[in-house]
């Protein structure tokens, strides 16, 4: 019996210590998990700033306006610049400018600019500057409105949608094409008016290019609300001007 008794003390013993063993295994396990609490955020924001790099990309191509265009590579070939020689725009897409804050001196607009201006190299201040069509389509109205004096307004298609093409401080007193006629992209039909003339309502020697979405056309150079930017296209999406000479 007395064996048999060691042998149960034994087993007694030999479970006490795997008790010990094993509790202080679990301790060292929850030690070691606390430890893992404190490094597991390195390891989840390392993760997090790789997605939210990824999220940043995936908005940045959402929210880029051009995404949908790459001008440089695929210049859309119904469409075409106005004038031969163009100088850097002074007046670009939806600029916001005032009396006191504008490129062109004196200025009398206030808003966001909803064309795109185009001016001309300095030598041809007193030559006749050739107006081209941008695009294809027939002419809507020819007349005088104030604040650009000549302007033409021609139907075009851009992306299967309908557009309004405005060109504004024109010369119509020697325009080439009437009202409901068909003028072809990259044909002249008309001259800058003149420098602070009637027909360039007193502006600078320039055309006002403005491109409107729809048939119902705003002819507003300048808008007051820069949401109603959204309602023209900026026409260098649509042709690439940083190529023209
Ligand atoms: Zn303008």
Known sequence: MAKA???????????????????????????????????????????????????????????????????????????????????????????????????????????????????????????????FAVCSGDVESVEKISGYGGVMVQKCILNNEDIRVIYGHINIDKISIKEGEYLPSGKEFVILADNASELSSGERKHLHLGIWKGTKIDVRGYVQDESELSEWIDFGLIVDLNNIE
Do not use: C, M
Request: glycine share 4%; no cysteine.
């Open 5 to 131: 008794l060691k042998i149960i003390i034994f087993v007694i013993a030999l479970a006490g210590l795997n008790f010990w063993v094993w509790s202080n295994w679990k301790k060292s396990d929850v030690k070691s998990g606390n430890s893992n609490v404190i490094s597991l955020p390195a390891l989840p924001s390392a993760s997090d700033s790789n997605s939210n790099a990824d999220n940043n990309t995936a908005d940045n191509q959402q929210s880029d306006p051009l995404a949908d265009w790459a001008p440089a590579d695929s210049p859309n070939s119904d469409y075409n610049p106005p004038l031969l020689h163009i100088d850097i725009s002074r007046k670009p897409f939806g600029i916001l400018v005032s009396p006191e804050n504008s490129p062109i001196s004196p200025e009398k607009f206030t808003g966001y600019h909803t064309g795109t201006d185009f001016e001309i190299a300095v030598e041809d201040l007193n030559k006749d500057v050739s107006v």
